[in-house]
Each structure stands twice: as structure tokens, then as C-alpha cells.
């Protein structure tokens, strides 16, 4: 016979706890059932058994497993089970090493009698402002299960455009590198076999000929070396980052890009007012809302367009006129923000230009996926070429000679 514990209904909103021994875990079920209960959590308890906590202290966590962490966490909250076991049963739960040690330091700091978003905001790496802001609301207003199932829910929309925008590049990156590699294998492997034959014709080499042998001359003697000046230059990159003024630089070039400007456009409009129709409906004030999620914009140009357009906020603007005031705004956008603003369901409508964004990304990712990829092919068949015709060229010279 084993030990159970067990959590179950009893009735339409009670809920139970405590332990039973059976011979197996749907004999325990059966148990149950017989005494009107309905288990919502069954596990079987071994004598002396704690699970291993592994310290590690650092690490990534993704969106999805903070996103599975919230819907998780606002299923047992909703359950009836209180935050410090919800927790304590998703740190036990959890598969990163390193989310599940954050994890049980939330609860610890739970049970020591901080609140939960207190508690969040010491992971700002996992949890940014914007999810802490919103479980404080959560925490006043008695709703942290339903602010947690929103957080979700935003989560999963935000990671399902990301994976949309991957998976739009995905092949055309796989053609560029396939084509790199392509080129340079001719270069550095077949070309210098050819090399000797020329040298064999004695006769002057043509230009596309000459230029193609010193190139493959080079990548032949500094292959590895190259490999490891861009390895290098790559890593110390993304460790020193970008400096705030070569970051606006580079933003700003994006923005001349003509479909890469539609997107970037589209997506940090979208992502605002996604956010701000979340934290509104969280009940934050809308100055703050957008003081929060100004810095989670991927863009320069339109991080500083809604800083301002806060501080006017604060001088007793509406958002819809002091969007109007910055001149970088659609009118389809003003007047959705206007029309919201006046009927009070200005979260309702921020929610719709999100959504309608979102869906002009998709098309316009199709449209630019479909474009894209045979102008890759084209590109990487036209230096393919040109490798070919300079290689055969003293070959059709030597003909036409002895002709």
C-alpha cells in the first residue's frame, strides 16, 4: 500500500486536502470518487523524500516557460491552492535548472512575507516591468489568477509572432548560407586544381580569371584565420553591445529599408498598444502604462515618439492629441485612440489596432518571403556563374586560338 496526497473538489467551490493509502494511484482515484470528492491533484507521498532543488544560479529562461509558468500558476491559483504551494509545485515542476531555482526563491521570500510581485521584481531578467506592474494590480484588485491567465495569454501572442517572423527568414537564411558555402568551397577547395592547368597555357590569364586565382590564393592559405577574425569580431560584438548613438544610427537605417521600415512600423506599434491595452486593463494609469513599456520597444525612432507622447499626457493631453502632435502616426491609429478615449473602452480599441497589425505583418512577411527567396537564388546563381565562366574562360581563349 502506498501514501497519496491528494487536493480535491467537494462540491462547486470547496476544496480538501489530505492523504489516503491505496494500492495504486487509480485505486487512490476510485477512493475519491467514492467519498464524492473530485481529485484535482493526486501524488504519492514517500517518507523522508524532498526533491533536489538544484542551485543554479544563472541562466536563460525563455518566453515560453515564463508564459507556461503564468497559465500554470493561474490554474492553481484558480484551483483554490494558495501562492506559496502553487509555487513550491511549480519550482518542484519545473525543467530549467535555473527557473526552478527562481522559482523557489519566490516562494521562500513568499513565505517570508513579501508579496509576489515583490518578489517577481528581483528577476527582472525573467519578469520585466511590465509583467510585475501588472501581478501588483493583480495582488490589490483580488484577481492575480485572471491577471496571470492575461499575462499568459499576451505572452503566447507575442511568441507566436516571433515564431511566425523566424519562421518567414528561416529558408531565405538557409539559401544565403547554403550559397556562402557554396562559393566558398569553390574557392578554397576546387579553384586551386585549376590553377596549374592555366598556368600550363602559357598565355595571358583574363581579368575575371586573375582576380578569381587571387582570391582563391588567399581564402586557400587564411581560411582559418578569417574563420576566426569573424568569430572573434562577432563575440566581442554582442559582448561590448551598441552604444546609444550607433544603436539610433542603425535604427534609423533600418527605417530606410522600404519592407523592413513597413515591419519595424507595424510591430512596435502593435506591441504598444498590445501592452498598453493590458496594463490598462490592469488598472494602471495610462502615464505610468506607458512609462513602462516605452523601453520594451525594439526601435529608437518610436520609443522616443511615445516618451513624448507621455509627458504630454502629464500635461493634461489625451494620447489620441498628443499622438496627433508628433506627426509619426497613421490616422487610422489617432482616430482608433480618439474614438477609445471618448467612449471609455480605450483599451478595447488599442486592442484592435494590435490585432490588425499583427495581421497586416503576416501578409506583408508572405508577400516579402515569396519575393525574397527567388531574389536570393538569382543573387547566389549569378556569383556561382561568374565563378564558373572565369574558370572556363582561358579554356574558350585557348580554343578560339587554336582555331
Known amino acids: 500500500m502506498a501514501l497519496y496526497y491528494y487536493r480535491a473538489k467537494k462540491g462547486p467551490k470547496e476544496i480538501v486536502e489530505g492523504e489516503l493509502a491505496a ?52 490554474s492553481l491559483l484558480k484551483s483554490g491552492n494558495t501562492l506559496l504551494r502553487s509555487l513550491d509545485i511549480l519550482s518542484r515542476q519545473a525543467h530549467n535548472a535555473y527557473f526552478q531555482w527562481a522559482v523557489g526563491q519566490m516562494a521562500r521570500q513568499v513565505k517570508e512575507g513579501s508579496t509576489f510581485s515583490q518578489a517577481l521584481s528581483g528577476f527582472g531578467r525573467i519578469f520585466p516591468a511590465l509583467y510585475v506592474n501588472m501581478v501588483r494590480s493583480g495582488e490589490e484588485a483580488g484577481t492575480l489568477d485572471e491577471v496571470l491567465r492575461r499575462l499568459a495569454e499576451y505572452g503566447e501572442k507575442t511568441e507566436e509572432m516571433r515564431s511566425k517572423i523566424k519562421a518567414a527568414l528561416a529558408y531565405p537564411s538557409l539559401l544565403i548560407i547554403l550559397g556562402m558555402g557554396t562559393v566558398f568551397v ?35 592559405v587564411y581560411w582559418p584565420w578569417l574563420i576566426v577574425v569573424v568569430a572573434g569580431i562577432v563575440v566581442f560584438a554582442r559582448k561590448r553591445g551598441l552604444r546609444a548613438q550607433e544603436r539610433v544610427t542603425i535604427d534609423w537605417l533600418k527605417l530606410k529599408i522600404p519592407v523592413m521600415a513597413d515591419l519595424i512600423r507595424k510591430e512596435n ?19 505610468r502604462a506607458i ?39 497613421e490616422p487610422f491609429e489617432i482616430n482608433m485612440v480618439a474614438v477609445g478615449e471618448e467612449s471609455g473602452r480605450l483599451d478595447e480599441s488599442l486592442l484592435e489596432i494590435a490585432k490588425s497589425y499583427e495581421a497586416d505583418m503576416e501578409g506583408t512577411l508572405r508577400v516579402a518571403t515569396s519575393l525574397l527567396e527567388p531574389l536570393i537564388i538569382i543573387g547566389v546563381g549569378c556569383i556561382v556563374g561568374f565563378i564558373v565562366f572565369a574558370m572556363l574562360l582561358p579554356i574558350f581563349q585557348m580554343d578560339i586560338t587554336a582555331m
Open 186 to 220: 569553390l574557392l578554397t577547395f576546387f579553384m586551386p586544381r585549376l590553377v596549374n592547368l592555366f598556368q600550363d597555357l602559357g598565355q595571358t590569364l583574363p581579368l575575371p580569371t586573375r582576380i578569381l586565382i587571387a582570391l582563391s590564393s588567399f581564402l586557400q
Open 269 to 287: 506599434i502593435s506591441s504598444f498598444t498590445r501592452s498598453l491595452s493590458l496594463l490598462l486593463k490592469g488598472g494602471l494609469p495610462i502615464f
Open 23 to 74: 494500492e495504486n494511484k487509480d485505486a487512490a482515484v476510485v477512493k475519491l470518487s467514492s467519498q464524492g470528492l473530485i481529485p484535482v491533484h493526486l501524488e504519492e507521498k514517500v517518507s523522508g523524500y524532498e526533491p533536489k532543488i538544484t542551485a543554479v544560479k544563472s541562466g536563460k529562461v525563455t518566453l515560453k516557460e515564463v508564459n507556461i509558468f503564468a497559465r500554470q500558476l493561474a
Open 291 to 329: 512609462e513602462i513599456i516605452t523601453p520594451t520597444l525594439t526601435n529608437t525612432k518610436y520609443r522616443q515618439m511615445f516618451e513624448k507622447a507621455g509627458n504630454r499626457i502629464v500635461q493634461g493631453v489625451s494620447l489620441a492629441k498628443s499622438m496627433e502632435e508628433q506627426g509619426g502616426f
